[in-house]
């Protein structure tokens, strides 16, 4: 008997939403970053999680990154022929970040991040109780 | 024979692998929640302590008894202990409140509402545990007739003290 599975699969969840965190920081950083061709513009990312059955441990599952993925969403054209890196015919490609999906994102990666951590100190808690039995 | 040793630990040391079971699914649906298609799952505690109960049940009477009535397969054995194949009877696929667009049927509200009771009834379940482990008490303190007093779980009260009697 051991809650140590529940780290394990706590820890999972920890590491795939921070992975989350990183490319919606990734995303903001590059809002603003603007290419000279429609393929030379940043591409949002988004990761897809996968459930990751835990060897040994029936019926519980981790949870991984599948992959990371760029969104398929074209570069938005815009006419800007001061600008040091237009075209022959002075049009910029910027990416298609939406700031108000990727803060919703951000923040339901934030709380599932918590609430892995609130697993985590449970189960810590719990096997330290159970550790503490024969005193 | 029965004897009033026979289980001094009652059903909390049956109660407390089986939390620890249903605190594993539940951690598995936590970590979940955002993966697509993940159907949220859900452990019968009822069942699972009721089946653990039967089974200690035809172990504490069967032929083979070791010392303590743990039977020739030791502790986990008469505890039912619901690790391995046997508990996977007790975990059950639970239907969704509202469908997601990804399929996923965790409810993380739902799960977080659930995390809190197992961890809150398990420390009185360890404080049960623990009286009989430590032994029977010494003649000043041993008081005839009196239940046993089971300390609430406060989040202020991490450091899992004796069991001690009221003043």
Known sequence: MSSLPIF??????????????????????????????????????????????????????????????????????????????????????????????????????????????????SARELALATLTIGR | MAGPFDNPFGLSALSLPLREQRLKVLSSNLANADTPGYQAQEFDFQRALKGAEDHQRRVTAGPSRGPLGMGGGGAAEAMGLADGPDFRRYVTTRQALQPSLDGNTVNTETENAAFGPPVREAHPAHAVVRAPARGPMPPSTAQEGRPLRIPRARPDDRDHGPVREPP
């Open chain 1, 8 to 121: 394990d699969v706590a820890g999972s969840a920890l590491s795939a939403q921070s992975v989350r965190l990183n490319t919606i920081a990734s995303n903001l950083a590059n809002a603003d970053t603007v290419g000279r061709t429609p393929d030379g513009a940043y591409k949002p990312i988004e990761p897809t999680f996968e459930s990751a059955p835990l060897r040994g441990q029936e019926g519980m599952s981790g949870v991984k990154v599948l992959r990371v993925d760029p969104l398929d969403k074209p570069a938005i054209k815009r006419y800007e022929p001061g600008h040091p890196m237009a075209d022959a015919e002075g049009y910029i490609y910027a990416p298609d970040v939406d700031p108000v999906a990727q803060m919703v994102n951000l923040i339901s990666a934030s709380r599932g991040y918590q609430a892995n951590v609130e697993v985590l100190n």
